[in-house]
């Protein structure tokens, strides 16, 4: 892997590992009652919950049978530096292990297409729009935390300000466009500065209503493709439940399949920007 992230090495440590268990013919539940781990706890190192510490490593190449020192000493290396902290360590308080990880992810990140059914897009939310959301959200956060959630979301769009910034692609259902979060100035506000930033490498569509069913009516969905191409995409859902990720390649083609097929039924990019430009005239 060409990055040197924190996230890029724990990306490529998760990787290796699996490779590793699988060539050696082992699945999870196996190699935790070799070790007496916790039946739960490989899946939870090879999905990207929990942080594989240095030690887990060391005992991890000895049931995977892994002999050349220097192989070894690498993957320990690996984990070292993986568990180097980001921006988004001081928040993680408030941030679910998946969120945060998802954080760095999306730092690495390239492309990032996304396709939201009912809201604005965390990259392209202005304050007031994302603040109201915390406090409409499904869990009931004292003001402080929904503050530090709105650093946390204020901080990720700072990727779109970089010389090397990702390539986005927003999808969004109409219904997004016309939920009133917040009344009507904060809204008036939110889609002005969705004109203001749609150009260049940010490219907005917006499905219509009456289009009716779509490939995104099942919900929301974000893909992450990475400038080396070694790395698979991957793809990433919030729920009520708890997040999800997808990065088995035949998943991860189903999910980029529907979104080719929602930017054909979108209205185009300037025709999404006459869309825009009415809706800020309804809240006058």
């Known amino acids: 892997m060409a990055g040197h992230s924190p996230t890029a090495r724990r990306r490529q440590l998760i990787a290796e590992l699996k490779q590793l268990r699988e060539r050696a013919g082992l699945t999870q539940e196996q190699v935790a009652e070799r070790l007496d781990w916790h039946h739960t706890k490989v899946f939870r190192i090879e999905t990207g919950r929990s942080g594989p510490h240095p030690n887990d490593v060391r005992l991890l190449v000895d049931v995977y049978g892994v002999k050349d020192p220097a192989e070894r000493e690498a993957l320990v290396q690996l984990a070292k530096e993986a568990r180097k902290r980001g921006w988004w360590y001081s928040y993680r308080d408030v941030l679910p292990s998946k969120y945060e990880f998802y954080v760095g992810m999306e730092s690495e990140a390239s492309v990032i297409n996304t396709f939201e059914l009912a809201v604005i897009p965390g990259l392209l939310q202005t304050e007031e729009y994302a603040r109201e959301l915390f406090r409409g959200g499904p869990l009931e956060l ?46 008036k506000a939110q889609l002005e500065h969705l004109l203001e930033v749609s150009h260049g490498k940010t490219t907005l569509q917006v499905v219509e209503s009456r289009v009716g069913a779509h490939p995104g009516t099942t919900g929301s969905f974000v893909v992450l493709g990475f400038p080396d191409p070694a790395d698979v995409d991957v793809v990433y859902m919030e729920t009520i439940g ?43």
């Open 142 to 187: 004292e003001q402080e935390e929904i503050q530090r959630r709105l650093e946390v979301r204020i901080m990720r769009q700072q990727i779109l300000a970089r010389l090397d910034r990702p390539q986005l692609w927003a999808i969004l259902d109409e219904s997004a466009i016309r939920r009133l979060v917040g009344g009507p100035s904060v809204m």
């Open 242 to 284: 708890g997040n999800l990720w997808v990065d088995k390649p035949e998943e991860v083609t189903q999910y980029a399949t529907a979104f080719n097929h929602l930017r054909a039924v979108a209205l185009s990019p300037d025709r999404t920007r006459d869309m825009l430009k009415a809706a800020i005239r309804e809240l006058r």
